[in-house]
């Protein structure tokens, strides 16, 4: 571990550092609940504010009402803000993993491999007798991991580990691709359910699910949070970092272990859902600095706050039809992304 004040005045991390802005981690938790509430109240049925806190008091009488609150929505926002903290966590993990603010876990695998293994277990369940969500769960899970574990064989091999890393994960990701491609031609009847997974989706969100989904992004914001000193001296650079003390293989094994947890299962419950592991640590960097002790819970907070939203968005705006979730995000994450590389543009140039 890195002690107090070894990093403090480092250059990489006073150099891209911004104002302090302690007000950014409140903020984005009241926004985060302000959303919930919001989700809760709109809908194919909506339910009042009134009603909602009627409901969350226990002096709701409305049995129709409650069962739509309490067993349909709320597990789903839930999911949803939990997912969405997964995805953004993982981000900047890539990001601070690779130095490199465009990475994300796509980028090393994670997702192909675990969209990859869930693809397999649809193709399974329909040969074997039926579709069995545990079963593309679990393989998606398998994925992701044997996925990462093939990365990471690779890339220690490699002179440089950080940049072959790199290179193994855009290999295999891209072979991922090209199977999830024949998987799909051959899945004949299960080709549009399929598809419709790989867009991102939280419809089929339960209980079951945030149980063990929540404790994950919980699990995964303290980790970083514990390790937010030795990732500020991992911007220095491997030989800055060594200097102070730092073991960055060892660092470096464990982000890619966090990476392909938190990836691989939120790619399990939620489908392909592109660009939140991209924009949201991209975009809290340039508010709140490099420096990871004071970005790692707004980030957490804005990703599960962008993906409520964007799930809310998505069942509501063409209802009673639901657009992918996945859709959603690329189709307002990519113009968000294209404004940010715009304002990052040096004065003066073409």
Same mark, same amino acid.
């Given at each position: 571990?890195?002690?107090?004040?070894?990093? /403090?005045?480092?250059?990489?991390?006073? @150099?891209v550092a911004a104002p302090r802005?302690?007000?950014?981690?409140?903020?984005?938790?009241?926004?985060?609940?302000?959303?919930?509430?919001?989700? &809760?109240?709109?809908? +194919?049925?909506?339910?009042?504010?009134?009603?909602?806190?009627?409901?969350?008091?226990?002096?709701?009488?409305?049995?129709?009402?409650?069962?739509? &609150?309490?067993?349909?929505?709320?597990?789903?926002?839930?999911?949803?803000?939990?997912? @969405?903290?997964?995805?953004?966590?993982?981000?900047?993990?890539?990001?601070?993993?690779? *130095?490199?603010?465009?990475?994300?876990? +796509?980028?090393?695998?994670? +997702?192909?491999?675990?969209?990859?293994?869930a693809v397999i277990g649809g193709?399974?369940?329909? *040969?074997?007798?039926?579709?069995?969500?545990?079963?593309?769960?679990?393989?998606?899970?398998?994925?992701?991991?044997?996925?990462?574990?093939?990365?990471?064989?690779?890339?220690? *091999? @490699?002179?440089?580990?950080?940049?072959?890393?790199?290179?193994?994960?855009?290999?295999?990701?891209?072979?991922?691709?090209? &199977?999830?491609?024949?998987?799909?031609?051959?899945? /004949?009847?299960?080709?549009?359910?399929? %598809?419709?997974?790989?867009?991102?989706?939280?419809?089929?969100?339960?209980? *079951?699910?945030?149980?063990?989904?929540?404790?994950?992004?919980?699990?995964?914001?303290?980790?970083?949070?514990?390790?937010?000193?030795?990732?500020?001296?991992?911007?220095?650079?491997?030989?800055?970092?060594?200097?102070?003390?730092?073991d960055l293989p060892r660092l470096?094994?464990?982000?890619?272990?966090?990476?392909?947890?938190?990836?691989? %299962?939120?790619?399990?419950?939620?489908? %392909?859902?592109?660009?939140?592991?991209?924009?949201?640590?991209?975009?809290?960097?340039?508010?709140?600095?490099?420096?990871?002790?004071?970005?790692?819970?707004?980030?957490?907070?804005?990703?599960?706050?962008?993906?409520?939203?964007?799930?809310?968005?998505?069942?509501?705006?063409?209802? $009673?039809?639901?657009?992918?979730?996945?859709?959603?995000?690329?189709?307002?994450?990519? $113009?968000?992304?294209?404004?940010?590389?715009?304002?990052?543009?040096?004065?003066?140039?073409?």
């Open positions: 571990m890195i002690r107090e004040g070894q990093i /403090g005045q480092s250059p990489a991390v006073r @150099g802005a302690s007000w950014l981690a409140p903020a984005l938790a009241v926004a985060v609940l302000a959303a919930m509430l919001f989700a &809760l109240a709109v809908g +194919s049925v909506a339910v009042p504010l009134t009603q909602i806190l009627r409901g969350v008091s226990g002096l709701s009488r409305d049995e129709v009402a409650t069962r739509i &609150l309490f067993d349909t929505r709320l597990p789903r926002i839930l999911l949803a803000g939990s997912v @969405g903290a997964m995805l953004a966590i993982a981000g900047l993990a890539s990001q601070t993993l690779f *130095r490199n603010p465009l990475a994300t876990p +796509s980028i090393i695998g994670v +997702s192909n491999g675990a969209a990859l293994g193709l399974l369940g329909t *040969r074997i007798g039926g579709f069995s969500y545990e079963m593309s769960a679990g393989l998606s899970v398998l994925g992701g991991f044997g996925t990462t574990g093939l990365v990471y064989a690779l890339g220690r *091999r @490699g002179p440089y580990y950080g940049n072959t890393l790199l290179l193994a994960g855009i290999a295999i990701a891209a072979l991922c691709s090209a &199977l999830t491609t024949a998987c799909l031609y051959l899945a /004949g009847e299960r080709l549009q359910s399929i %598809v419709f997974w790989l867009m991102g989706g939280l419809w089929q969100a339960n209980w *079951r699910q945030v149980s063990l989904v929540a404790p994950l992004a919980l699990a995964g914001l303290a980790t970083m949070v514990v390790w937010s000193r030795d990732l500020n001296a991992a911007l220095l650079g491997e030989r800055s970092a060594r200097d102070v003390g730092l470096q094994l464990r982000l890619l272990a966090l990476i392909a947890v938190l990836t691989s %299962v939120a790619v399990c419950v939620s489908g %392909v859902i592109g660009f939140v592991g991209l924009i949201v640590p991209h975009l809290l960097r340039l508010i709140a600095g490099a420096d990871h002790r004071r970005l790692i819970l707004p980030v957490a907070l804005a990703g599960a706050l962008l993906l409520i939203v964007a799930d809310t968005a998505a069942r509501t705006l063409a209802s $009673p039809a639901e657009i992918p979730v996945g859709i959603f995000t690329a189709v307002t994450g990519a $113009p968000v992304f294209l404004w940010m590389l715009q304002k990052r543009r040096p004065a003066g140039a073409p």
